[in-house]
């Protein structure tokens, strides 16, 4: 099976844009979770999404939101981007009573 | 709170066993991972154990967990150059799929 692919692999954004990462699964996984990994706070939950639902929501303003889609492909949205937003934004898939697989992540710096 | 706490770093010769150790918070949590990450990459699951084990053996990799003390640890035997990377720990609450993460262990091996 294919991995959790996650695109773009990097980006390059100024203040006060909006940005929209995208996640793809491992076939047949349904859960995706979305973490943010900062050298100040280290790894961070996001959100997490199961069947379309948002079923978990970590300690982040409300610019930062998401989606997911009817063929489990998660996408996160973070709007009026701020310098601290820069950081590795990694994505996790998961099977029902499986483990979390992590992709690469997209690097997001913000200048 | 929600800290799980690791040691920053760890230096081994190749060849030496390495153990990373982790304190966590949550005595309800009910999986205990160990994830590795190399430079630039994503997160790569080790092995996990589930918080009504005290041991759990895979290959190189032993976990130990202590659930009075809340101690979990991780040994590398035989540790090769290819180990050196950040090691994170990570536990998980309850029926979630929220993954609370350590602070992460830079492992360094010495030729």
């Known amino acids: 099976k294919a991995g959790v692919t996650q695109t773009p692999r990097y980006l390059i954004k100024t203040r006060g844009q909006q940005v929209t990462l995208s996640c793809s699964p491992i076939?047949?996984?349904?859960?995706v979770s979305w973490y943010q990994q900062t050298p100040g706070q280290g790894l961070q939950f996001l959100f997490e999404?199961?069947?379309?639902?948002?079923?978990n929501k970590g300690n982040f303003p409300g610019r930062f939101s998401g989606r997911q889609f009817s063929n489990s492909r998660s996408e996160m949205n973070v709007s009026t981007l701020e310098l601290g937003d820069s950081a590795l934004y990694l994505c996790?898939?998961?099977?029902?009573?499986?483990?979390?697989?992590f992709g690469p992540g997209t690097r997001l710096t913000v200048t | 709170g929600e800290d799980v706490e690791q040691s920053l770093f760890l230096s081994v010769r190749e060849g030496d066993s390495s153990v990373i150790n982790c304190t966590y918070t949550?005595?309800?949590?009910?999986?205990l991972y160990w994830y590795k990450q190399e430079p630039g990459a994503g997160l790569q699951l080790l092995t996990y154990?589930?918080?009504?084990?005290d041991m759990k053996q895979d290959q190189r990799l032993t976990v130990l967990l202590n659930k009075k003390d809340k101690h979990l640890s991780l040994r590398i035997a035989d540790t090769q150059t290819g180990d050196s990377a950040i090691y994170f720990c990570?536990?998980?609450?309850?029926?979630?799929?929220?993954?609370?993460f350590g602070t992460g262990t830079l492992l360094a091996v010495q030729p």
């Open positions: 996790a898939s998961r099977e029902v009573n499986d483990e979390q697989y």
């Open positions: 076939s047949g996984h349904r859960s």
């Open positions: 999404y199961f069947s379309e639902t948002q079923r």
């Open positions: 949550d005595s309800s949590s009910t999986y």
């Open positions: 154990i589930f918080s009504n084990m």
């Open positions: 990570a536990e998980r609450k309850g029926a979630t799929n929220k993954l609370i």
